[in-house]
């Protein structure tokens, strides 16, 4: 019978380059996936605020039109594992002022209860887009 002789652990050069294939093939993936919904939402005319590969603060952004033109901010974000498209939200001033309220009510309970830690600001509202315009459309 032959012998064969075990086999020797990849170099490390190899190993990197193997992580490396395997980070790009999961970042294709995410950018075909959130691809689709980017041209889904193109496709039905519904402005898109930003497309961003990744996760976490950005580390390269573009936009090749103004905001009011349609512009679409593109991001490349430092954690490759994952991605999304972001789309605009559109309250009524109904929604606006019960939400405002709720976020004051939430900052009273927490200054009222016992002073642990000094009370982070709240969260900022989504941007006031008009219910009526042509350019924003919603499922409703």
Do not use: C, W
Not at 16 to 31: F, R
Not at 80 to 95: D, I, Y
Not at 125 to 136: E, N, Q
């Amino acid at each position: 019978p032959m012998l064969v002789a075990p086999r020797a652990p990849p170099p490390a050069a190899t190993a990197v380059a193997s992580q490396l294939l395997g980070l790009a093939v999961v970042s294709s993936i995410v950018i075909v996936h959130e691809g689709g919904h980017f041209a889904a939402a193109k496709l039905f005319k519904m402005r898109v605020d930003e497309f961003s590969v990744g996760m976490g603060p950005a580390l390269f952004q573009k936009r090749f039109k103004p905001v009011e033109e349609g512009g679409v901010n593109y991001a490349l974000r430092a954690l490759p594992l994952g991605g999304f498209v972001s789309f605009p939200t559109a309250l009524g001033e109904e929604e606006l002022k019960e939400q405002e309220l709720q976020e004051q009510q939430a900052m009273r309970a927490l200054s009222n209860g016992k002073r642990q830690r000094k009370a982070s600001p709240p969260k900022p509202s989504p941007p006031r887009i008009a219910p009526d315009d042509p350019a924003l459309y919603e499922n409703k």
